[in-house]
């Protein structure tokens, strides 16, 4: 396997090293750096790792670099990961539509969407306001059972989760 190097203009302006990139490449890819700091104090790590997890799941790593830090008062985890972003319907499910869900999962949808177009109807507001259909679909496509599935589906974050969640796995209960 042979090893192409890749002229530094094409990697971020924080990174001036080289990179490399398989023969089989059309053109090389541009990687972006995230930093996370997984904090060790209890009230923090989980929501710290679950931070990092979700971002992950969205994301193509290609390079992480980890180190342990202590300042006496505060030991964490610092985490590089060099990535580039995955493909607009593996990132977030938006190129997903009706037509791509199997009858199952377009009866969810519709369960889904009537739930959210009743609790909009109700709220006064327009039904993206709660979420949108590429929501939905993922939600549909994934079929999540408990809340921290849910949390991880595109589109919904630690917030919509915690405000529509228990609604919608009692949809999904219900069918």
């Avoid at 990697?11 to 398989?22: E, Y």
């Avoid at 369960?111 to 590429?134: G, M, V």
Wanted: with cysteine; charged share 25%.
């Amino acid at each position: 396997m042979k090893i192409k190097t890749v002229p530094n203009a094409t990697l971020p302006r924080l990174w001036p090293m080289t990179s490399c990139c398989w023969e089989n490449k059309r053109q090389p890819e541009i990687m972006n750096i995230k930093v996370f700091n997984i904090r060790l104090n209890k009230e923090f790590c989980q929501a710290d790792q679950d931070r990092m997890n979700e971002f992950l799941d969205r994301v193509e790593v290609k390079l992480t670099s980890t180190n342990f830090v202590t300042t006496g008062t505060t030991d964490f985890w610092s985490a590089t990961v060099f990535y580039v972003p995955k493909s607009a319907q593996e990132a977030d499910g938006k190129k997903f539509t009706e037509a791509d869900l199997s009858q199952q999962e377009l009866k969810i949808f519709t369960a889904l969407r009537q739930w959210r177009n009743d609790l909009a109807q109700k709220l006064d507001w327009t039904a993206f306001r709660i979420c949108h259909n590429s929501h939905l679909i993922a939600v549909a496509k994934r079929n999540p059972q408990t809340m921290h599935e849910l949390e991880r589906v595109p589109g919904f974050g630690k917030a919509r989760t915690e405000k529509y969640g228990d609604d919608i796995l009692a949809v999904l209960n219900a069918l």
